[in-house]
């Protein structure tokens, strides 16, 4: 049995009538990284807030560490690394400034602080840069520094908002590489939020979907596909050198190879569904009644499509 | 990337206010790098050379005065005399030292919400309170030092000008002008603090505070008046003083409190803020007041002027409290 670090309970949030988090169970163990997806005013920043004790809950509870964030909010923020959306620095001083502002309000000493501060920015890359002033940092020096500021503190839980927000491509990948292996070599409990689907899914160990205040589904990518396409499952199209033309017989006989569920078609194309791969089967069967086969594609179901899906039920509740 | 890091385990000092004095210093060193407090400063470091320029060039003729019961009080002539070409410093200060506060206080919290550092700090483990707290001692500490360096520099060349030596009396008088001094930019600077709160953007903020201001100095003076010529008959009976509540209701600018608490605490001649009777000024020797009685005069206006900063201060931290950390 994993041990849960941070557990959430019933959690509500109301802001006037509408409740931006609604009934929020979730429990996140020891040394995971959880990506919180959603799409913006999800109301994962609120879940968050709730969680550090800066927003008071309607209802329910968050429990970080075990401690309750209502009731003891300052034992929670010294062990909890936190890291918002747009992160800011006092541009007037310089990044080692920063940072040992951040140490020495942990409680650190003047000198522990500056130690530490140099210690985190070689960590993130950024010994370098020690003695600019954060004003003239790039938008990815950035959001090294505000990983090093989380680090400072030596945290058992680090939270991030946004934290791939405004960097290239490139930068995302090293930023996301770093706080897996951080992650990794030192037992730290990752949350972020974000709704850039393929960069979570390449480092979360499970997700939680998380639309209109309410968690939709969690678990691994594997599980939620599973989760969601039980009834669809596979789909196979078939694409010819002509439009389709397939007999009554055709159609019957193929509907009779086990558990294809329907077909489609559309203009050179043919779509077919099923609960098992069938693609080879399909294939023969389509080779020995002489079609013209030009192309095969399977589809499998990725992080992607389980989004899309979420946004489309969204799309049709409203 | 190379990452290595070998110890990642420093002992956390125990020392509790580690934090909150780390705050202080770090306010105290933004203010003192930021613009609008130099150009502040030096706008009342000129004041103040000018007018102690002023006073020094007639101090003879002020001191040989035998009329004036307190002539012999060189320092506090030193803060008050003037020839007329320019106010003594003390009414400088009255006009100069509301911009001060506003000046320091006007983007205290929104401009760290506009940078969004105010989350960062506050997903630290301190009190949400310390940080306001911490701004508001860092700007007491920062005044007090300004207008003490003031005094003691004016002491100084006083001394060396003179060779006169201060007397107790000259000293407490000239301390607790400086502490009237700092409530009174306090004062602006907890009123411009809860506009800083209250409002997201520093323009606005600086306007609001700016605007209650000339309200206080200008507009508050005239309004009254105009009050005052309505409601009072016009009669020849009562129109030679004005009516008491008014009267009162002029005296609650905090500008009017602040010069009458100066004034009374600088020039000890002064025995009443209000009109006197004809009784009552019968059998007065022209004397000046010792300490205790000056400051028993402006008891009022000095508990009046610190309770406004106190309230200001209090409606800041519970605007605060009750924020929206959330941008």
């Known amino acids: 049995m994993k041990t849960s670090i941070i557990e959430l309970q019933g959690l509500t949030k109301r802001y006037g009538s509408i409740n931006v988090v609604d009934h929020l169970n979730l429990s996140i163990h020891k040394g995971e990284i959880f990506g919180l997806l959603g799409p913006n005013?999800?109301?994962?920043?609120?879940?968050?807030?709730m969680m550090l004790g800066l927003i008071e809950p309607t209802s329910g509870f968050a429990k970080v560490c075990g401690y309750n964030s209502t009731s003891s909010p300052i034992d929670i923020k010294s062990k909890v690394g936190y890291m918002p959306d747009s992160v800011g620095f006092y541009d007037t001083m310089t990044g080692l400034e920063n940072l040992m502002y951040i140490a020495q309000l942990n409680g650190l000493s003047r000198l522990e602080a500056e130690k530490s501060a140099i210690k985190v920015m070689k960590m993130v890359g950024l010994e370098n840069d020690l003695n600019t002033k954060t004003g003239a940092y790039s938008r990815g020096m950035k959001q090294r520094l505000g990983l090093a500021d989380v680090l400072i503190k030596e945290p058992e839980v680090i939270i991030m908002d946004e934290p791939t927000l405004g960097i290239d491509p490139s930068g995302v990948k090293d930023f996301l590489k770093l706080i897996k292996t951080l992650s990794r070599q030192h037992g730290l409990t990752v949350l972020l939020s974000s709704h850039h689907l393929n960069q979570v899914q390449k480092i979360c160990d499970r997700v939680g979907i998380f639309v209109k205040g309410k968690l939709l589904a969690q678990g691994n990518i594997e599980q939620l596909s599973e989760q969601l396409f039980s009834q669809t499952s596979h789909q196979v199209s078939i694409t010819l050198n002509e439009p389709i033309s397939l007999?009554?017989?055709?159609?019957?006989?193929?509907?009779?190879l086990a558990s294809v569920e329907n077909i489609a078609k559309e203009g050179n194309q043919l779509h077919i569904n099923c609960n098992k791969i069938l693609t080879p089967d399909i294939v023969r069967f389509m080779v020995e009644k002489n079609y013209n086969i030009f192309g095969v594609h399977q589809k499998t179901y990725g992080l992607e499509d389980i989004y899309q899906k979420y946004f489309e039920n969204q799309h049709l509740n409203v | 990337m190379e990452i290595s890091y070998t110890d990642f385990s420093i002992i956390k000092s125990s020392n509790k206010n580690v934090p909150f004095w780390a705050m202080v210093r770090k306010e105290i060193s933004d203010h003192i790098r930021s613009w609008q407090f130099i150009i502040l400063l030096m706008i009342i470091a000129l004041t103040?050379?000018?007018?102690?320029?002023?006073?020094?060039?007639n101090l003879n003729s002020a001191v040989s005065n035998t009329n004036d019961p307190d002539h012999l009080l060189i320092y506090l002539k030193l803060l008050t005399i003037t020839d007329g070409t320019l106010p003594p410093f003390h009414v400088f200060i009255s006009f100069l030292g509301p911009l001060l506060g506003i000046s320091l206080g006007f983007n205290a919290i929104n401009s760290e919400q506009q940078n969004s550092t105010l989350i960062r700090v506050m997903a630290q483990p301190i009190y949400r309170d310390n940080l306001l707290l911490s701004k508001f001692i860092s700007v007491t500490i920062l005044i007090s030092t300004m207008f003490l360096t003031l005094a003691l520099l004016m002491i100084g060349a006083g001394l060396l000008i003179t060779g006169v030596p201060i007397e107790l009396e000259e000293v407490l008088r000239i301390v607790s002008y400086i502490i009237i001094c700092v409530f009174y930019v306090g004062f602006w600077f907890s009123l411009s603090i809860i506009f800083s709160i209250r409002?997201?953007?520093?323009?606005?903020?600086a306007i609001a505070s700016i605007g209650l201001w000339l309200f206080f100095t200008i507009f508050h003076s005239m309004i009254l008046n105009v009050i005052s010529k309505i409601i009072i008959p016009k009669s020849i009976l009562f129109s030679s003083s004005r009516y008491s509540w008014i009267e009162t209701l002029f005296h609650m600018a905090p500008n009017q409190l602040y010069t009458d608490a100066?004034?009374?605490?600088?020039?000890?001649?002064?025995?009443?803020?209000g009109p006197m009777s004809m009784e009552q000024m019968a059998g007065a020797i022209p004397n000046s007041l010792p300490i205790r009685d000056s400051l028993l005069i402006v008891w009022p206006q000095v508990s009046g002027l610190i309770s406004a900063t106190i309230v200001c201060f209090a409606l800041a931290y519970y605007l605060f409290m009750r924020k929206e950390i959330k941008c």
């Not at chain 2, 103040?48 to 060039?57: C, D, G, H, Q």
């Not at chain 2, 100066?262 to 803020?273: A, D, E, H």
């Open chain 1, 247 to 256: 007999t009554q017989k055709d159609e019957e006989e193929l509907m009779q």
């Open chain 2, 262 to 273: 100066t004034t009374t605490l600088l020039m000890p001649k002064i025995r009443s803020l």
């Open chain 2, 48 to 57: 103040f050379f000018a007018s102690m320029y002023v006073a020094i060039s």
């Open chain 1, 41 to 49: 005013g999800a109301g994962k920043t609120t879940t968050i807030l």
């Open chain 2, 199 to 205: 409002f997201k953007q520093a323009a606005t903020a």
